[in-house]
T-cell receptor, first 115, second 114 residues
Framework: KAGVTQTPRYLIKTRGQQVTLSCSPI?????VSWYQQTPGQGLQFLFE???????NKGNFPGRFSGRQFSNSRSEMNVSTLELGDSALYLC??????????????FGPGTRLTVL | AQTVTQSQPEMSVQEAETVTLSCTYD???????LFWYKQPPSRQMILVIR??????QNATENRFSVNFQKAAKSFSLKISDSQLGDAAMYFC???????????FGQGTELSVKP
């Protein structure tokens, strides 16, 4: 099976712009979670989607949003970019049969740089 | 709130030797999952091992094994016969039984000396 894929792999934006990141889960996986990784804050949970519904949300401002499509692919959007949004954004997918937690498998990440 | 703590920012091991990475966590839940993930310089997060809290038996995966002490809320990773390819950042992570949210520790950077 193909792994989790994320596009694009690298992005450079300027402050005030918005950005959309995409994630395709492993085939058959219905849950997608997003994480932000920075040297200062480490790995922080952004949100989780299951069957097109946001099930969990981390402690991030409303500028961070996401959605999931019927084929389980997910996108996250960051509006009005700030310098502090520069990070590696990781997507993870899991089976989540019956709603119970299952192992999350990660994509290669999208490296976002905000100038 | 649940927390995960890795108190060793860096560790070093000689090739073919054994090394143990420490992790402690805090939770009021009785059932949960614990994970060790590896992140090499490529930044791809790779699952190393998983432990279900309701299982008393420690998980093992080839050269990787854990020492899960539920009462002490401790979850250490032992790497036997260390290889150069084991050099990476290792993250301990916790998730509730019904959650989908991973809580990560700060990471331990492991270097392997030839």
């Amino acid at each position: 099976k193909a792994g989790v894929t994320q596009t694009p792999r690298y992005l450079i934006k300027t402050r005030g712009q918005q950005v959309t990141l995409s994630c395709s889960p492993i085939s058959g996986h219905r849950s997608v979670s997003w994480y932000q990784q920075t040297p200062g804050q480490g790995l922080q949970f952004l949100f989780e989607y299951f069957s097109e519904t946001q099930r969990n949300k981390g402690n991030f401002p409303g500028r961070f949003s996401g959605r999931q499509f019927s084929n389980s692919r997910s996108e996250m959007n960051v509006s009005t970019l700030e310098l502090g949004d520069s990070a590696l954004y990781l997507c993870a997918s899991s089976l989540l049969e019956g709603g119970s937690t299952d192992t999350q498998y990660f994509g290669p990440g999208t490296r976002l740089t905000v100038l | 709130a649940q927390t995960v703590t890795q108190s060793q920012p860096e560790m070093s091991v000689q090739e073919a030797e054994t090394v143990t990475l420490s992790c402690t966590y805090d939770t009021s839940e009785s059932d949960y999952y614990l994970f060790w993930y590896k992140q090499p310089p490529s930044r791809q997060m790779i699952l190393v091992i998983r432990q279900e809290a309701y299982k008393q038996q420690n998980a093992t995966e080839n050269r990787f094994s854990v020492n899960f002490q539920k009462a002490a809320k401790s979850f250490s990773l032992k790497i036997s016969d260390s290889q150069l390819g084991d050099a990476a950042m290792y993250f301990c992570a916790y998730s509730k039984l019904l959650g989908g949210k991973l809580i990560f520790g700060q990471g331990t950077e492991l270097s392997v000396k030839p």
